[in-house]
């Protein structure tokens, strides 16, 4: 069974930014799509930036050109580099995993981590 723990969040000023890692145990995460979500209070969980097993990327327009995945095999990680973060990013994040095809689609992902919070403020 695949697990995934995240890690990395925590409160950034405005400009600022933030890596958040992804960790997986279980299984190797090189066979899986990666999807990262956010979800903002009172907001439905959005797809931020999806990667499938080969490596294609669909970052959302709104992160689009700031944020950045990346995978570590080696370490069965994946990660997210956040940058030129905005009041606007501030969420809690999620990482998720699925077997096949990478989409943003939240409903399409089986495995998901606990969620960490990014709170970007001044």
């Known amino acids: 069974q695949l697990q995934l723990v995240e890690s990395g969040g925590g409160l950034v000023q405005p400009g600022g930014s933030l890596r958040l890692s992804c960790a997986a145990s279980?299984?190797?995460?090189?066979?899986?799509?990666i999807g990262w979500f956010r979800q903002a209070p009172g907001k439905e969980r959005m797809g931020v930036f999806c990667v499938s097993s080969g490596g294609n990327t669909n970052p959302a327009d709104s992160v689009n050109g700031r944020f950045t995945g990346s995978r570590d095999s080696a370490k069965n990680t994946v990660y997210l580099q956040m940058d030129r973060l905005k009041p606007e990013d501030t969420a809690v994040y999620y990482c998720a995993a699925r077997p096949g095809l990478a989409t943003c689609d939240p409903h399409q992902y089986n495995y998901w981590g606990q969620g960490t919070q990014v709170t970007v403020s001044s």
């Open positions: 279980g299984s190797t995460l090189a066979h899986y799509a």
